[in-house]
């Protein structure tokens, strides 16, 4: 039984999962074999299984928040050497060669690679990963970090296109696994969070008055300050044009997820005074890098929940329903 091993994976989307056992991945030239210690249960994965995201390879190991240790070496790499710890993020490959990739813009490579998306990923006990896109960043928790890895990056990219330090009084649309991260990081910059989440849920609401909020609220209320931008980490279209009634002439609103339900139409004045409306894509190693060095600094202390790998629909349906305050992880 030594070179199979137990992974979730997705047949067809609508599915739940499946607990099977399958061939541990060999590394082919350039990669590197991980064994998981940790791997984060992300919203975009619910979107790949649900059918949102359509063009996953299957059968799909989903996961793209990985931390694991290297198991194996594939030809012609020398590092990161087998033992140390590494992190596998969301971005995978990238072709070097496109536009995008030529103007440093690998978020956007048109024949970019994604873990658990068109890559397996890691929601198993092993994975296979192109070394020149893991993070050999030297971690003890590996299921405080995992969280860091898409939830963190994304909300940091988001953060850093809605202005950065620049901003003062910031909204966030949806507290979750990225808002909790991304509020430390600004609290310790200064800036004043106000917290838009479902109407109701003041389980979230109190958690984010916790990390620092000066208001938590329902996003059907009005926002109590005028915000210099707004972050969205919700994946629901209306809340667009009511963050843009929320921010100031010039603030930007800023999309982090990979998908969203339909923006209803809006009048042109909520748009108006030079108002910006933007998503964010996948992440640069850049970012990773950033971002990777910075959180510890801050610092920035995730809250996760663990599941058994074999408990990975469980931990979905609890990100599906809202039932989490932070960030699901598998631990295989
Ligand atoms: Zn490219
Ligand atoms: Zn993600």
Redesign the pocket.
């Known amino acids: 039984m030594s070179d199979s091993m137990r992974a979730m994976r997705l047949h067809a989307a609508g599915k739940p999962l499946e607990l099977e056992h399958v061939a541990r991945p060999t590394p082919g030239p350039g990669d590197v074999q991980v064994r998981v210690l940790a791997c984060g249960v992300c919203r975009t994965d619910l979107h790949v299984l649900d059918g949102e995201l359509s063009e996953p390879r299957l059968p799909l190991i989903p996961g793209h928040e990985i931390v694991g240790e290297v198991t194996a070496l594939g030809e012609g790499v020398q590092t990161p050497a087998p033992g140390t710890r590494v992190r596998v993020p969301w971005l995978g490959w ?5 536009e ?2 030529q103007a440093g813009r ?1 978020n956007l ?4 690679e994604f873990t658990g998306y068109t890559r397996d990923g890691g929601y198993a006990e092993y994975c296979v990963a192109d070394a020149r896109y893991c993070f050999p960043l030297d971690v003890e928790d590996a299921q405080a970090a995992a969280p860091l890895l898409c939830a963190g990056l994304i909300g940091y990219r988001t953060w850093r296109l809605a202005g950065g330090e620049s901003n003062r009084r910031l909204g966030i649309y949806g507290f979750g696994a990225a808002a909790h991260i991304l509020a430390q990081l600004a609290v310790a910059r200064g800036q004043e969070i106000y917290a838009f989440t479902r109407p109701g849920d003041t389980q979230a609401q109190d958690f984010a008055r916790r990390l620092g909020a000066v208001w938590a609220g329902g996003s059907d209320e009005a926002s109590p300050e005028r915000l210099d931008a707004a972050l969205l980490f919700a994946p629901v279209g209306a809340l667009v044009p009511s963050a843009l009634a929320a921010v100031r002439p010039g603030g930007a609103v800023v999309s982090g997820g990979i998908h969203m339900s339909d923006i209803p139409s809006f009048p042109y004045r909520l748009l108006w005074e030079e108002r910006s409306v933007k998503s964010v894509a996948n992440l640069t190693r850049r970012d990773g890098e950033e971002f990777l060095t910075l959180a510890p600094e801050v610092p920035i202390n995730t809250e996760t929940q663990a599941y058994p790998l074999e408990q990975a629909n469980q931990a979905l349906d609890d990100l599906r329903e809202g039932r989490l305050s932070g960030a699901a992880v598998l631990i295989p």
């Open positions: 990238t072709c070097g060669e496109c995008s990739c690998e490579c048109e024949r970019a």
